[in-house]
């Protein structure tokens, strides 16, 4: 699910800033699972 999301994402916006937003945020809700 989360894999999916990452790639969609940055299919939808190359940005690097968007990029390292998201696996920071999907890094910390696993953390905190």
Not at 6 to 30: D, G, K, L, P, R
Request: net charge neutral; hydrophobic share 40%; with cysteine.
């Amino acid at each position: 699910m989360y894999c999916k999301y990452v790639i969609n994402h940055q299919i939808s916006s190359s940005s690097a800033t968007e990029t390292v937003t998201v696996t920071v945020t999907i890094a910390a809700t696993t953390t905190a699972v």
